[in-house]
């Protein structure tokens, strides 16, 4: 997607051969044009998943899932990290490995809002070990639900995560695919037309 790749380029930065920082327009500001934008070209790839719920984790995957659960025309469900005193214990839940802040949380998703009749659209900002996609593919296991397909805004393409969840058959769909962030330059495994 070349509006995101652009972005990428000119507003991201790299922080190490493996983390990439994108707080000017995903993670913390966020650029609404993009996300519409981001939420369409999902809405193109999976039209004919007979979606009826996408589901992310909180905070990053709301901007862009939201877009996306909109043309649908189907709910948003977030996955929450920190236990919250009004869900109590009627929730899905999975433990999920941190990537960047390092550290296991538990994610949980209310028994109300995910049922064995769900074909789920699981979305997040970044794929990097997979952690966070597997925790979400959990979530929707336990509710007997379906999980028609991941997708995700940027893929750090030279990290395992793509591939694990392909082993387990899923459907991945990612709108940018980093090949590498050697020497702190962002090359894309299929590169920007000029
Ligand atoms: P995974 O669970 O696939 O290992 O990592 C994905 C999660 O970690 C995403 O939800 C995202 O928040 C975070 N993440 C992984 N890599 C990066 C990165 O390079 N930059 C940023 N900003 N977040 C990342």
Known sequence: MQQLQQAIIERGSVLSDEVLKVDQFLNHQIDTNLMINIGKEFVNRFQDCKITKVLTIES?????????????????????????????????????????????????VSKSYLSSDDHVLIIDDFLARGNAALGLIDVVKEAGATAAGVGIVIEKSFQDGRMKLEEEGFRVESLARIQSLEGSKVTFLEELAT
Not at 77 to 89: G, M
Not at 91 to 101: A, M
């Open 60 to 108: 990053s995957g709301i901007a862009p899932s939201f877009m996306a659960a909109n043309e649908l025309g189907v709910p948003l469900v977030f996955a929450r990290k920190k236990k919250s005193l009004t869900v109590a214990d009627h929730v899905y839940s999975s433990g999920v490995y941190s990537y960047t802040k390092q550290e296991m949380n538990n994610i949980t």
